[in-house]
C-alpha cells in the first residue's frame, strides 16, 4: 500500500514538472523536440538504417552468445580439477587471461585492428567483403556481450562452491549419442557435463548475463557504424549516390550530430529503446518459461 | 558382543571457531570397512566437525589427496585407485528447473527405495515441484544409480551428510535397508556407506549391522570414538 502510493505521488510530481516546463515557452519545443513522438517524424534513411542496426546486433547477440557460451565451458572444463592434465589447466587459465584483455581494450581499438587484418585478407586472399562484415559483427558481438556471458559460466565453474562441485560430480549423467567419449577420452567429456552442471547451480547469474549481452551487443553495432564507414557497404556492395543508411544508425547519428538535428538524435534513442524492450521482453519471457519460473518465492 | 574402541585421526588443525577447535590427532585407523555392504554413521551434536569429516572423506577418495584425515582401512583386495565415490552434502544446490529424468537412467532401479507409492509420472517433474526432503532423496537416487553404472570399477563409496535425516528415524533406516537389499540383488560389488546423522538408534544400527563414529568434545577436542557392531 505503502509502494503503492509512493508510486502514485513519484507520478504525479513528474507531471506537474512536466506541465510547469510545458508552460514556460522556452522549454515547452525543447520537450516536444526530445519527446517519444519523435520516433514519428524520422525520415525514410533512419528506417532502413534502424533495420541494419537491429538486424546486426541480433546476429552479434546470437554469435556473441553462443561462442562465448561454448568458450566458457571449453575453458570451464579444463580448469576444472578432476584428473585434468596439468597442461590442459594452464591453458584454460592462458585462453582465460587473453579474453580477460580482449574484453579490456576499448572496443574501438580491437575494430579498427580486426577491421585492418579482414581487409588484408580481402585484398590478399580474395576474401569477399561480405566477410568482413561478419568478421566485425562476431567481433563487436564477442567483446562485450559474449564477454558477459563467457564470463558467468566461467565463474561459475572457477568460484563453484564446495557443495556445488561435490554435486555435480555424484550426479548420474547420461552417456552422450555420438560416441565424443573415444575422441576426447572420457574425462575430458565428463568436465563438459559437470560445466554445465554447474552453469545450472548459477542459473539466475547466467539468465542476467544473457539479457547484459543482449543490451551490449546493441552498444557494440553502433560503435561498430560509428568507427567504420558505410559499414553495410562490405554487405550490400552498392554503386551510385551515396546512400546514408550504408552507415547504420551510427553514422546517422553522427551525421545529426554535426548539423545539430537533436530531435534525430532524440528519436533514434527512443527508437532504439523500444527495440530493447521488445527483444529484452521476449528473451525474459524464454528465461522465465525455462528456467525462473521454478524459483518463484 | 560390543566391541568399543577409542581411536584418534590423523594430525593437523582442521577447523577453528571461537569456542573450540578440532584437532585430528595422530593416527590409527579409523573407518574399518570389509568386503560387501558396510554402513558406518558419523554422528555427534552440532558444530563437533561431522561434515568436516565427511568433506575430507571426499576429497581423500575422490582425488587421493591424504591430507589431515585418518587412514582408511579396507580389505586388502579392493585397490582404492579402482574405487569411484559419490557425496550428498549438506546443504546441496536446489537447481529448481531441472528435470527429474535428466538425472537418472532410461531404466532407474532405485525408485522403489525411495518413491515406493509415486507414480512413474514423478520422473516428468521438474525439481522445484518437489519439497525440500524429496529434492535430497532424488540427489540420492541419482548418486546410487551413478553408482551402478559405473561398472568398470570394483569398489564404491556412498557419502551422504545428513541427507535422509528429514525422513525420520524409522523410515531413514527402512530406506538404508533397502537400498543395501536392492545394492546386494543387482551389483554385486562392495558398497562402503558412510553417513553423516543425527538421527541414531543403537537398536536399529545393530539390525542394520552398521558401525558408528561418535564425536566427542573433550577438553575443547573433537575425537572419535569407534563402536562396532557385531564384530
Avoid at chain 1, 34 to 41: A, E, N, R
Avoid at chain 1, 106 to 127: C, D, E, N, Q, R
Avoid at chain 2, 8 to 23: H, L, N, Q, V
Amino acid at each position: 500500500m505503502t509502494s503503492m502510493t509512493g508510486k502514485i505521488s513519484f507520478f504525479l510530481y513528474l507531471g506537474i514538472f512536466f506541465m510547469v516546463l510545458v508552460l514556460i515557452d522556452q522549454t515547452r519545443i525543447l520537450l516536444f523536440e526530445i519527446s517519444p513522438i519523435t520516433i514519428l517524424s524520422l525520415d525514410s534513411d533512419i528506417w532502413i538504417g534502424a533495420i541494419f542496426t537491429f538486424t546486426a546486433s541480433l546476429l552479434a547477440f546470437i554469435i556473441g552468445g553462443v561462442l562465448g557460451y561454448g568458450l566458457g565451458i571449453l575453458v570451464g572444463a579444463s580448469v576444472l580439477d578432476l584428473k585434468t592434465n596439468r597442461g590442459i589447466r594452464v591453458l584454460g587459465m592462458y585462453a582465460n587471461s587473453i579474453y580477460d584483455g580482449f574484453y579490456i581494450i576499448p572496443l574501438v581499438l580491437t575494430v579498427s585492428f580486426w577491421y585492418a587484418i579482414a581487409f588484408l585478407w580481402h585484398l590478399k586472399y580474395g576474401m569477399p567483403s561480405f566477410f568482413i562484415g561478419l568478421i566485425l559483427v562476431s567481433i563487436a558481438g564477442l567483446s562485450l556481450g559474449g564477454y558477459n556471458v563467457y564470463h558467468s559460466v566461467f565463474h561459475a565453474v572457477f568460484h563453484a562452491k564446495q557443495e556445488n562441485i561435490c554435486l555435480t560430480e555424484s550426479l548420474f549423467l547420461k552417456r552422450t549419442l555420438f560416441g565424443l567419449e573415444k575422441i576426447f577420452g572420457e574425462n575430458f567429456i565428463q568436465c563438459l557435463k559437470i560445466t554445465k552442471l554447474l552453469v545450472d547451480c548459477q542459473i539466475h547469474s547466467f539468465a542476467e548475463s544473457l539479457e547484459r549481452a543482449f543490451h551490449l551487443s546493441i552498444v557494440a553495432i553502433i560503435i561498430l557504424e560509428s568507427v567504420t564507414l558505410s559499414f553495410y557497404e562490405l554487405v550490400l556492395p552498392q554503386s551510385g549516390a551515396y546512400k546514408p543508411w550504408l552507415g547504420g544508425l551510427g553514422r546517422l547519428i553522427l551525421s545529426a550530430q554535426q548539423n545539430n538535428q537533436f530531435e534525430i538524435i532524440a528519436g533514434v534513442i527512443w527508437l532504439v529503446l523500444l527495440f530493447d524492450l521488445l527483444v529484452l521482453y521476449s528473451i525474459k519471457t524464454l528465461i522465465k518459461s525455462n528456467w525462473t519460473v521454478f524459483y518463484r518465492r | 558382543m560390543l566391541k568399543k574402541l577409542n581411536l584418534k585421526i590423523t594430525a593437523g588443525t582442521i577447523k577453528i571457531d571461537k569456542d573450540f577447535e578440532i584437532e585430528f590427532v595422530a593416527s590409527e585407523s579409523c573407518f574399518i570397512w570389509k568386503s560387501g555392504i558396510e554402513l558406518t554413521f558419523l554422528n555427534g551434536f552440532s558444530g563437533i566437525g561431522k561434515t568436516t569429516i565427511m568433506n575430507l572423506c571426499y576429497n581423500y577418495l575422490k582425488r587421493k589427496e591424504n591430507t589431515s584425515l585418518a587412514t582408511i582401512k579396507f580389505e586388502a583386495s579392493l585397490n582404492l585407485d579402482n574405487s569411484f565415490t559419490v557425496y550428498v552434502p549438506q546443504n546441496p544446490p536446489m537447481v529448481n528447473h531441472w528435470q527429474i529424468k535428466k538425472l537418472l537412467p532410461m531404466n532407474p532401479c532405485f525408485k522403489e527405495v525411495f518413491f515406493p507409492k509415486e507414480p512413474q509420472s514423478l520422473l516428468s517433474k521438474r525439481l522445484g515441484e518437489c519439497s525440500g526432503g524429496q529434492k535430497l532423496r532424488i540427489y540420492t537416487w541419482s548418486a546410487l544409480e551413478r553408482l551402478k553404472a559405473e561398472d568398470k570399477f570394483e569398489g564404491f563409496f556412498l557419502l551422504l551428510d545428513e541427507t535422509l535425516d528429514g525422513l525420520g528415524n524409522d523410515k531413514m533406516y527402512e530406506c538404508l535397508r533397502s537400498i543395501m537389499d536392492v545394492w546386494r540383488k543387482l551389483v554385486r560389488k562392495p558398497l562402503y556407506i558412510l553417513i553423516a546423522s543425527h538421527l541414531y538408534k543403537n537398536e536399529c544400527s545393530s539390525i542394520l549391522q552398521s558401525s558408528q563414529l561418535k564425536l566427542e568434545k573433550t577438553n575443547n577436542l573433537s575425537s572419535v570414538c569407534v563402536r562396532m557392531f557385531n564384530q
